[in-house]
C-alpha cells in the first residue's frame, strides 16, 4: 500500500505570540491506528490535533493526511478523506433539532437528499443509542446525550479518521461512561482516531499507543503496557502519580 | 406608559379649557369645522411619505450594513480596513450634513461621471439615511455574529460547511435573534430622523406641519400633534417587534 500512514506529521511547530505551543512535532499515524494523546493543560494536545484537520494554521513543518499534503493556513481541507472532530463543548448547533444537527453536514456538504440524510441519521442515533431523542433541541438533553450526538454528527459525513479533544472533561462523572462506550465500540470497528483524554482506563482499554506531551513537545510514546508500568522520564511519572490519584 | 399619554392629553386639553388670553387654540385642527378638518387631512397624509421613506431606508440599511460587516469577521486584514474605514467615516458625519452632500452634491458628481441623475428629495433623503444608518446596523451584525461562539463555526467546518453555508444555516439563524432587538431600535431612530426630509422639501409629516405653522400661525397646537403622530408610529414599531421577538425567540435568553 502506497500510503501507509493516515496521518504524517515532520517538524510542526507553531507560536501563539511569544507562547510555543507545539516545538517540532514528529508523529505518524497509521491507518485503523488507535492514538491517545495525555499531557497537563497548555502542553499543546488540542492544537496538535487541531492542526490535523485545519482548525489551526501552524508556522512550520509538513502534515500529511493520507499522503495528501495540507496547506499550513487555516483554509485547507480535506475531502475524500474526512476527518471528524469531536470538541470538549459538543458544539451542537443549538438552533436546530438533533436530527437536523445530523443531516446538516451531509446534505449541504456531500450533497445528499433529504431522504438520505434522514436514513444515514437515524442509523446513526440507533448506533449512538437516542434514537427516540431525535426532534429535541440538543438544550433539552443532558451532557452524555449531548456528547453522543455530537459524535454522531461527526460520524455523518463518514471519516476515515476521528479526532476527539478531551471528548468527557465537560461531562458529569456519571455520564462520561455512555460517552466511552460510544468511542470504544467505534475502535472495535477499526476507525482510526486520535484521542485527547485524562480517561487512563480509557486509554488502556482502547489505545494502540499513548503519547505524552508537555511544553509543546511529544516527551514520551509507548504502548499502554509499557506507558503504565514503565514511564521512561520523571516528568510522564509525575504527572501519572497526579492523575493516576483520583 | 398610556397613562403617562392620557397625563399629556389632560393637560393639553386643560390647557385649552382654562386660560382665558387662549394660550391654546386647538380651532386650528378641529374636525368639526371645514377649515381643521382640511388642515388634519393634510398633516395626517404626511404618514404616508415617513413611512415609506423610513421602510425603503430602513431595508437598504439592512442590507448594506450586513454587506459591510461581514468583512469585519474576515481574516484579511484589507477587507478588516475596509469595514473600519466606512463605520467610523460614516458614523461621524452629521445626518444633516450628509443630507445636503447627497441632495445637492452628489447629482454634481454624476453629472461629471456622465451620468444625468437627478436626485429628488424623496430618494436624497431615502441615500442619505440608508447610508447614514448602515454604520450603525453594521455595527449591530458585527456585535450579534461575533457573540456567537467560535465553537459553532469550527463545528460547522468540521462536517465540510463553506464560510457561505456556515453563515447561512448555523450562524445567521442564531445571530438574528439577538440582532433584531437593537435593530428594531435603529429602525425607530430611522423614522425620527426621516424628520430631517423636511427641509430638502419632501412632504411628510414635519415638513407638512411646518406649512401649516406658516399659515395658520398656530405652532403649539400643530408641533404638538405632530409630536404624537410620531409618537403613535414608533409605538407600532416597538409593538410589532414586540411580537417578532417572540416568534423568533429573542425574549428568552440564550442557551447555548
Known amino acids: 500500500m502506497k500510503n501507509t500512514f493516515a496521518v504524517e506529521i515532520q517538524g510542526l511547530t507553531k507560536s501563539f505570540k511569544d507562547f510555543k505551543a507545539l516545538n517540532t512535532i514528529d508523529l505518524n499515524i497509521k491507518h485503523g491506528e488507535k492514538v491517545v494523546i495525555c499531557g497537563p493543560s497548555g502542553s499543546g494536545k488540542s492544537t496538535l490535533i487541531r492542526c490535523i484537520n485545519g482548525l489551526e494554521d501552524f508556522d512550520e513543518g509538513k502534515i500529511s493526511i493520507s499522503g495528501n499534503p495540507q496547506n499550513p493556513t487555516k483554509e485547507s481541507f480535506v475531502s475524500d478523506f474526512h476527518i471528524g472532530m469531536v470538541f470538549q463543548q459538543f458544539n451542537l448547533f443549538p438552533h436546530l433539532s438533533v436530527i437536523e444537527n445530523l443531516k446538516l453536514g451531509p446534505m449541504k456538504s456531500l450533497g445528499l437528499s433529504e431522504k438520505d440524510a434522514e436514513t444515514r441519521a437515524r442509523k446513526l442515533l440507533e448506533r449512538v443509542k437516542i434514537p427516540e431523542q431525535a426532534l429535541k433541541k440538543p438544550n433539552q438533553l443532558s451532557g452524555g446525550q449531548q456528547q453522543r450526538v455530537a459524535i454522531a454528527r461527526a460520524l455523518c459525513m463518514e471519516p476515515k479518521l476521528m479526532l476527539f479533544d478531551e471528548p468527557t472533561s465537560a461531562l458529569d462523572p456519571e455520564m462520561i461512561s455512555e460517552v466511552l462506550e460510544v468511542i470504544v465500540d467505534l475502535a472495535r470497528e477499526g476507525m482510526t482516531m486520535v484521542v485527547v483524554t485524562h480517561e487512563m482506563g480509557f486509554a488502556k482499554k482502547v489505545a494502540d499507543r499513548i503519547i505524552f506531551m508537555d511544553g509543546g513537545s511529544i516527551v514520551e510514546q509507548n504502548s499502554p503496557g509499557m506507558f503504565f508500568k514503565k514511564p521512561q522520564t520523571a516528568r510522564c511519572k509525575k504527572f501519572l502519580k497526579q492523575i493516576l490519584h483520583h | ?256
Open chain 2, 1 to 256: 406608559m398610556f397613562r403617562i399619554l392620557i397625563l399629556f392629553f389632560v393637560f393639553f386639553t386643560l390647557g385649552s379649557c382654562s386660560s382665558p388670553e387662549g394660550t391654546w387654540g386647538w380651532y386650528v385642527i378641529d374636525p368639526s369645522t371645514k377649515a381643521g378638518w382640511t388642515n388634519i387631512k393634510f398633516l395626517v397624509g404626511g404618514f404616508y411619505s415617513t413611512i415609506l421613506l423610513s421602510i425603503i431606508a430602513a431595508f437598504l440599511s439592512i442590507f448594506i450594513g450586513l454587506v459591510v460587516a461581514l468583512p469585519a469577521m474576515s481574516d484579511n486584514k484589507l477587507l478588516k480596513l475596509f469595514n473600519r474605514v466606512y463605520v467610523e467615516f460614516i458614523r461621524s458625519i452629521p445626518l444633516l450634513p450628509m443630507l445636503f452632500w447627497v441632495f445637492y452634491g452628489l447629482p454634481v458628481i454624476l453629472k461629471s461621471m456622465g451620468i444625468d441623475a437627478n436626485i429628488d428629495a424623496f430618494w436624497g433623503a431615502i441615500i442619505t439615511l440608508a447610508i447614514s444608518d448602515s454604520a450603525f446596523t453594521a455595527e449591530i451584525y458585527r456585535a450579534g455574529i461575533q457573540s456567537i461562539s467560535k465553537g459553532q463555526t469550527e463545528a460547522a467546518k468540521t462536517i465540510g460547511l463553506n464560510y457561505y453555508q456556515t453563515m447561512r444555516y448555523v450562524i445567521m439563524p442564531q445571530a438574528l435573534r439577538r440582532i433584531l432587538p437593537p435593530l428594531a431600535n435603529q429602525f425607530i431612530y430611522i423614522v425620527k430622523m426621516s424628520a430631517f426630509a423636511s427641509v430638502i422639501g419632501m412632504q411628510e409629516l414635519t415638513r407638512r406641519a411646518n406649512e401649516i405653522v406658516v399659515t395658520e400661525y398656530r405652532p403649539l397646537e400643530i408641533y404638538t400633534l405632530l409630536i404624537f403622530e410620531y409618537l403613535i408610529l414608533v409605538l407600532l414599531i416597538s409593538f410589532g417587534v414586540r411580537y417578532l421577538e417572540k416568534k423568533l425567540g429573542s425574549n428568552e435568553s440564550a442557551n447555548s
